[in-house]
């Protein structure tokens, strides 16, 4: 697990091995996602959709490089003439294979070298003074980028063909089953959504500002397989009543008929899951379904997606406080009885899992087993202010991106919060995406 953040008075010993874990964890798991295939896997590109793993490989080594050693400790450029091979916003991942990469045993060594270097820097790095290294944040924004590319990484693996490279074991089963209510009432009023205090936020999700929210109704855990598979057979995909146009129409173009990765085998729905095919778990929240699918099932269940702010009111909001918690257990860190995180498990863990990671309300797996679409476009919150790089959120504000929240299996803890926005295009299913449903309180239920 990422060791604890450190709160505000922590001592620079503290920060040292809160950075060092998270660096370290995201190594491992990057060795792991790069040495568990033969290089021919390693060097293809497996969708046009992804970058082959080993140009994810070097990029992450680079912006390690570009942020740590020459931001903060001032080095010279390691490899300067490979910054451009590496910059996601000057090659498209369709057209990476065609790059003059540097192969997985270079790749691997200028990963090593620039990890070794970096360790020596944190160090004798003094982690306050400037906004950069204050709490150690370039460390952990590095990390976290790591990570995110290793969520980036398995998702790679999902699309891959070819024999299964990947296992892990299942999430337990919850005991006793759960038997709750099936949707759970957030009260209206004020909240506080964003953070200006959390150590490695990263910039769209600052500042703290206050929201007024009125009273909704809210699905006590995500929509399962099971519930999506009744949308499909009472004839969703056929119906242009549920979808937005712009749905309907890559709907029609692409001949959507079920989430990616599913199939109808006679009166058996079947999944390829990682490489192997298996019948389609009725109780796990569904999964690889884009915005479209998620808004369609919503309206033809009589509901909607919840906002971005309803969602995070829901997963943070105290209501016999007043306060917004970091998580929806509380402040303390992720652990392994709140959340499916870390990729521990290869998928999703049955819908009213993790009582010990439920919201004040009663709100289940709001963190972790899958990202959950909401309503809402990407943009800025008042105040929003660039930092370190305009390239990480403002580039990407603006209506052609919604909004997903609480983090996959596939995400590490130390880059999901109660406060982090993750967004992409509503055509995207490849993601370890799902939704949870809501609808708008009736005066008499407020």
């Avoid at 020459?70 to 390691?78: H, I």
């Avoid at 950069?132 to 998702?155: C, K, N, R, S, V």
């Avoid at 790679?156 to 099936?182: C, I, K, N, S």
């Avoid at 599913?262 to 729905?269: I, P």
Wanted: hydrophobic fraction near 35%.
């Amino acid at each position: 697990m990422t060791a604890p953040v450190p709160g505000p008075e922590a001592g620079t010993e503290a920060l040292r091995e809160r950075a060092l874990a998270s660096l370290t964890t995201a190594r491992d798991r990057t060795t792991l996602l790069t040495s568990c295939v033969e290089e021919p896997d390693l060097t293809a590109q497996h969708s046009p959709l992804m970058s082959p793993l080993v140009w994810d490989l070097a990029h992450i080594g680079n912006q390690e490089e570009l942020w740590l050693l020459r931001a903060v400790g001032g080095r010279e450029a390691m490899r300067p003439e490979i910054d451009s091979l590496y910059d996601a916003f000057e090659h498209p991942r369709a057209a990476r294979p065609t790059l003059p990469l540097l192969d997985p045993g270079e790749a691997r060594a200028y990963a090593a070298e620039v990890r070794g270097r970096v360790l020596d820097l944190l160090e004798t790095t003094t982690l306050d003074g400037s906004r950069l290294t204050e709490a150690g944040f370039a460390f952990g924004m590095i990390a976290q980028h790591e990570q995110q590319h290793d969520e980036t990484m398995l998702i790679t693996h999902q699309l891959r063909r070819g024999p299964q490279a990947l296992t892990a074991p299942a999430p337990r089963r919850p005991d006793p089953a759960f038997t709750g209510p099936a949707e759970v009432l957030v009260p209206g009023g004020p909240f506080i959504m964003g953070t200006s205090t959390e150590p490695w936020a990263l910039d769209n999700e600052r500042p703290a500002h206050p929201r007024e929210v009125a009273p909704f109704w809210i699905d006590t855990a995500p929509v399962t397989n099971a519930a999506y598979l009744a949308f499909i057979e009472d004839g969703g995909y056929d119906d242009p009543r549920w979808w937005a146009p712009d749905g309907w129409a890559h709907l029609r173009r692409h001949g959507i008929t079920a989430p990616l990765f599913w199939r109808r085998d006679g009166g058996q729905w079947l999944r390829r899951h990682f490489g192997a095919t298996e019948a389609v778990p009725a109780d796990e929240p569904v999964l690889h379904v884009c915005w479209y699918e998620a808004d369609a099932y919503a309206r033809w269940a009589g509901r909607r997606l919840p906002t971005e702010t309803e969602w995070e009111k829901a997963a943070r909001h105290d209501p016999a406080t007043g306060r917004s918690r970091r998580y929806p257990w509380g402040d303390a860190d992720p652990a392994p009885e709140h959340a499916n995180l870390g990729q521990r498990h290869l998928r999703p863990a049955p819908a009213g899992s993790y009582p010990d990671g439920q919201s004040p309300l009663g709100v289940r797996q709001l963190i972790g087993d899958v990202w959950e679409w909401t309503a809402s476009d990407f943009l800025p919150y008042p105040g929003f202010t660039v930092f370190p790089y305009k390239e990480y959120s403002e580039v990407f504000f603006g209506p052609e991106y919604k909004v997903l929240r609480g983090g996959s299996f596939a995400v590490d803890a130390v880059a999901c919060r109660g406060t982090f926005r993750n967004w992409d295009y509503p055509v995207r299913r490849q993601i370890f995406s799902g939704f949870r449903t809501a609808r708008s309180a009736r005066p008499q239920e407020s």
